[in-house]
Every structure is written in structure tokens, then in C-alpha cells.
């Protein structure tokens, strides 16, 4: 048989440049190890002795000593020391028997050695036990292939052979996969050992002439591929036999070390309660399957202290977070029965999350280590001054926040706001009364903007949140738009008054003069700043959005900005006592048009992209001319 192919892409072509090689150390004057060259004396002692040694010795031991000289080879090598592969072989716990066909030492190589037959390299996995060869993944490419590759370059030559060979058996994924242990069973989709394979086909062709001979080869061949299969299939067994056996060891190893340090905790004082449940360290520790000693007992004794300790400190912490969310459940329930009695719309007052990070509520809680309940009596005690804590922090909020606007409503937390602002109380009280102001407008962050109840007063922020958001776990976040504080004071300078003008003094009865249908009866001032912020919205976003000029059709179209806050002439009226409401327009009085109408200059003027963000389609006739004339 010839030898195995070493291939191209095997571990053994890499070459390592001489600048990445390690540096060699330098031995020179140095003393030699004290048993360098003893092993040589070994000969020396009686041969009955001698053997009896070596019959207490691995297969793989045998293996490595046979290359420790000529004369260690000659002897371990020759047929006449089967005898002590024999031995060796049985020193291993229920290991095989080789085919008589199969040599000890190659059989004690393919099992217990890692290198592979073709380059020699080693960490090589491809083993198997039936063909009794162990590989690299580049080598093991080389040397073995499918067995209608096999029959496709050898021509003329029947499917046959196949069963003269084994087949690959390898891995323990063999034996789940119900594969057969016959030769006679192979077929040309199984894998093949390729020098095996051609040897086989040569000594086949060479009988051609003699059908006696053929015949009584192709039977041998048969029995010995089939003993082989065999071999290979009590050898993965095994091998997976040992394998679990060896973890179940392992297993009893630690389990019983894990006992020891156990009882020697629990001898110091300690209880099983003490100890970690979900700790790595502690695992580490306990779950090694090496026998406790008194040298490993003193080196990891004060590591498993400490790690008792800390696990001590995190069940302390962690009883505190649950009684801590006892208290907060009594809280709740208490302030619930509070909100109740309250009939004060117009005062601040916090949600629940707000409410148990406030100094009073939160010594409140934690009281005796959160052991105490959190009463009525208690509870009443000390919410009327946490109320009146949070209403100056929040009216010093909401006073900073008017100083500062912002373009969009902002990511407040008010866990973090209290801590960071550098704003207190005191300082702002002087300028609570811009609250009172008709221009100190707030938005609530859920409402559509649109909607003539996403904004209110400082003192509506309450009514607003039971009102729209009874069920919200948070109090809705609320800021400032700047867009709606500048149209507020414009409406109040075309109305003549100042923007200082607290809000209570705003007078109702205000119209739009756009002629608007839905909004030609008069409206409180918050309407009518919604209404005249959103008219404004369009028209700038339409602008934003309009085409170039060369790529309309038509090009004298223009749109009309009928509520620019610019212009000195009004487009609001205070209307008088005796006026009700604008009268109808004439033209849209009576008109038969259909509904849903969509706009053909809007459409023109404005980029395709955009359209689905402006409104064009008018829900009524009424909508559609007011829209023309106006716009």
C-alpha cells in the first residue's frame, strides 16, 4: 500500500519567518537536567525484571520509550514483544481487542496519539478507527474521497471493488447515524481510503486472468473489510464509553470536593443559606474536580470568606429594595385616597414616582430600614408638606423653562431635573407670577399638536392630565413651544393688549376674521392660538416643500399667507356684546359639490415627496372654496 499523500494546504508548508521565530535560549555553561542520560541504566537491570516493569506501562508509554534509542525500538518493535503491547493494552480499562490484521503499536498509535500519518503535524482530529488512520483536515482531503469519484477515474471498473474496502466510520456521529458494520453493504456515495482503494484495485487486476484466484481474494478482502468495520465500530463505542465516564468522574470529583469545603464552612459557624447560589467565583471555586487538600483549603479560604461576605451584603441590599417597594406600594395606596379628598385642580401635584423620591416621602419609607408600615396616620403626617416641596420645585421648573425655550418639547425626567438644576425655589419665587401670564403657554409632549387641548396654563396641567391621561403611569412631559409663546403675543397686541396680561383677563369672546367655517364662532384665546400656529404651520411647510418655479405648469399661481404674524394689519376681532358669530359666506351658502376634494394648484406647487404630510384633501365643499379664496 502506498504511503498517504501529504497535502499542499498542511500545517507543515507553513514556514514561520526568522523575524517572528522565537529566540533560542542560550544553554551554554549551563549545568544538564540531574536525569538526563539515567533512562539509559534501564537496560542494565535483570530481563524478568525489566519486563515486569514494562507490563505495567500504557500502550502510549510503550510508544514513546520505543523512540528513545535504536536499541529501546529493535526490542519494543519486534513480533517477538507482542506480549508487552498485550500487557499494556489491558492496563487500559476495557479497550478493544485489535483484528489480528492490525500491528499493537499501530493500533495504539491511531488511538492514543494525535499526530497525523500523512505530515505528522499535530492536533490532528480526523481519526478512524476502521481504517485505522488519523489525519489533519488538509491531509484527510487528500487521502480519502467518495466512491463514485473513485470508480469515475478508474474505468472499466466495477462497484464491486467497493466491498473489498471499509468505509469511513468517522467520528461518534457514526453510531447515531444507524450506519452498517457489513462491507458487503457499501456503496459508491461512502467514503474511501484512497491508498487503500488503489492498492486493492491493482492486486484485483492483476487476478483478472485467474477467477479462482479473483474470487478467493474478493472473499478475503470481504471478511478482512467487514472485521475491520467491526473493529472500528467497538472502538468508537468504546472510546464514547470512556468518554462519559470520564465526565461522570469528573463530576463525582467535584461534587465531592464541593462537599468538603461545604462542611468545613459549615464547621467555622456558617449556614447552607449563607452561601452564594449564582456566583461565578464561587462556582470556580467549588466546582474544580480536584480533591480538596489542606495546601488548596488554605489558599481559597479567605477567597470563599470574602465571597460569603459580599453575598451577605447583596441579600441585606436586596431585603432593603423589597421592603423599600412594600413601602412604595403603601404610598401609593395612601396617596390615592389623598388625591381623592383633593378638589384643587389648579395645584401641581406629583405622580407616584415623583411623589417617593421627594425628602419627606422618602424618609417617610425608609424609616427603621423600611421595616415600619406606611399608615394612614403617617402618611398624612408628612404628604401635606411634600405637596407643598413639589409645587415650589415645580413652579421653579416651569418659571426656568419660559426663560428658556426651547424649539421642541424636552426629554424631562424628574428624577434627574431636581438634581441638576441649580435653580431652587427661593430664587424663582419672585418670578412665579409670569405663570399668570396669557404668552406663559405650555404643550404636553402626548397631545397632537393640532389640537386646541394639547396646550394650557400652568394651572390647567393637572386638569389636563386627569382629564386626557387618567390611566398614564407618568405624568405627561410638558415644555414650551417657541412657535406658540411668539403667536400668543402677537394675537394679544392685535387685540391691544399687553403680553404681560395675565390670562384670566383675556377677554372670550375672540374671533378669527380668515372666515375659517369651523371656526367663525368665537373662541377662548387657547383656540385661537392653536388655530392661527397651525394656519401659519401650513403655509410655511408649503413653502418648504413647493416646486421649482420651472417645473410647474402654472406659473402665476402664488399662495397666500391670510394669518402673517408680520403684517400690523389685524386678522383677529374682539367682538362686541350683542355679536354672536360671524355671518355665513355667501358664495359657499347652498353650493352641491362633492366631498373629500383635493386642491389641483396645492398639488402642482408642491413636490410629490412631501404630499403625504400636507393636507390637501378638504373634507366638505365649504372647506374647498375657503380654501381657494383664501389661500
Request: proline fraction near 6%; glycine fraction near 4%.
Amino acid at each position: 500500500m502506498k504511503k498517504p499523500k501529504i497535502s499542499g494546504n498542511s500545517r507543515i508548508h507553513h514556514v514561520i519567518p526568522l523575524d517572528d521565530r522565537p529566540e533560542e535560549p542560550d544553554t551554554k555553561g549551563k549545568r544538564r537536567a540531574r536525569n538526563a542520560g539515567k533512562l539509559a541504566q534501564l537496560m542494565d537491570v535483570p530481563l524478568d525484571i525489566f519486563f515486569e516493569i514494562i507490563s505495567k506501562l500504557k500502550p502510549l508509554d510503550l510508544l514513546q520509550l520505543s523512540r528513545v534509542s535504536k536499541q529501546f525500538r529493535e526490542t519494543f518493535m519486534s513480533k517477538s514483544s507482542r506480549h508487552l503491547w498485550i500487557a499494556a493494552r489491558k492496563n487500559v480499562y476495557d479497550m478493544p481487542n485489535p483484528p489480528e490484521c492490525l500491528p499493537e503499536p499501530k493500533y495504539a498509535s491511531v488511538v492514543f496519539e494525535r499526530n497525523c500519518f500523512a505530515c505528522g503535524v499535530g492536533r490532528s482530529p480526523k481519526t478512524d478507527y476502521a481504517l485505522c488512520v488519523r489525519f489533519c483536515g488538509a491531509c484527510w482531503k487528500s487521502n480519502v474521497a467518495k466512491g463514485k469519484t473513485l470508480l469515475r477515474q478508474h474505468k472499466g471498473m466495477d462497484s464491486t471493488i467497493l466491498t473489498m474496502l471499509p468505509c469511513v466510520q468517522l467520528g461518534a456521529g457514526y453510531l447515531s447515524s444507524g450506519c452498517h458494520a457489513d462491507s458487503t453493504k457499501n456503496s459508491d456515495w461512502m467514503t474511501f481510503y484512497v491508498p487503500e482503494f488503489e492498492a486493492v484495485v491493482t492486486r484485483y487486476r492483476s487476478l483478472s486472468r485467474d477467477i479462482s484466484a479473483m474470487d478467493a481474494y474478493k472473499k478475503e478482502r470481504q471478511e478482512s473489510a467487514t472485521v475491520m468495520l467491526q473493529h472500528g465500530k467497538a472502538v468508537h463505542e468504546w472510546e464514547e464509553r470512556m468518554r462519559r465516564e470520564q465526565y461522570d468522574e469528573g463530576v463525582r470529583a467535584q461534587n465531592k470536593r464541593k462537599a468538603s469545603i461545604e462542611q468545613k464552612l459549615l464547621e467555622m459557624g456558617y449556614q447552607i443559606s449563607d452561601f452564594p447560589k449564582w456566583s461565578y467565583d464561587w462556582s470556580r471555586l467549588l466546582g474544580q474536580p480536584r480533591e480538596l487538600t489542606p495546601r488548596i483549603w488554605k489558599q481559597i479560604q479567605p477567597k470563599l470568606l470574602l465571597i460569603i461576605a459580599c453575598e451577605k451584603q447583596r441579600k441585606l441590599a436586596h431585603a432593603l429594595r423589597t421592603r423599600m417597594d412594600m413601602r412604595k406600594a403603601e404610598v401609593k395606596q395612601q396617596y390615592q385616597l389623598y388625591l381623592k379628598d383633593v378638589l384643587d385642580d389648579k395645584l401641581l401635584l406629583p405622580n407616584i414616582w415623583e411623589l417617593v423620591t421627594l425628602p419627606e416621602v422618602k424618609a417617610l419609607m425608609s424609616e427603621e430600614e423600611a421595616t415600619i408600615e406606611v399608615t394612614r396616620e403617617r402618611f398624612m403626617g408628612v404628604v401635606s408638606q411634600a405637596v407643598v416641596t413639589f409645587n415650589l420645585e415645580e413652579r421653579a421648573r416651569l418659571v426656568k423653562m419660559l426663560q428658556e425655550p426651547a424649539l421642541r418639547i424636552p426629554d424631562y425626567n424628574p428624577y434627574e431635573g431636581r438634581e441638576k438644576d441649580t435653580t431652587t425655589p427661593m430664587d424663582a419665587e419672585g418670578d412665579v407670577e409670569k405663570l399668570n401670564h396669557a404668552t406663559s403657554i405650555f404643550s404636553c409632549s402626548r397631545c397632537d399638536p393640532a389640537s386646541p387641548t394639547s396646550i394650557f396654563y400652568s394651572s390647567g396641567i393637572m386638569e389636563h392630565s386627569r382629564k386626557f391621561h387618567p390611566d398614564a403611569p407618568r405624568r405627561p412631559v410638558v415644555g414650551v413651544l417657541e412657535n406658540v409663546v411668539d403667536t400668543a403675543s402677537v394675537v394679544l397686541k392685535m387685540l391691544g393688549l399687553s403680553s404681560h396680561t395675565p390670562h384670566t383677563e383675556v377677554p372670550k369672546k375672540v374671533v378669527c376674521l380668515c372666515g375659517r367655517p369651523d371656526f367663525q364662532q368665537p373662541a377662548e384665546f387657547l383656540e385661537l392660538v392653536v388655530h392661527i400656529k397651525e394656519e401659519v404651520r401650513w403655509y410655511k411647510q408649503t413653502m418648504s416643500n413647493r416646486r421649482n418655479p420651472s417645473e410647474t405648469t402654472d406659473q402665476e399661481i402664488t399662495i397666500h399667507n391670510d394669518h402673517d404674524l408680520s403684517i400690523e394689519k389685524p386678522f383677529v376681532k374682539l367682538l362686541l356684546d350683542d355679536e354672536t358669530f360671524l355671518p355665513p359666506d355667501p358664495i359657499t351658502h347652498n353650493l352641491d359639490l362633492p366631498n373629500c376634494i383635493e386642491c389641483r394648484f396645492c398639488v402642482q406647487l408642491i413636490t410629490p415627496h412631501s404630499r403625504s404630510s400636507i393636507s390637501l384633501v378638504h373634507q366638505t365643499a365649504t372647506d374647498f372654496v375657503h380654501h381657494v379664496r383664501t389661500k
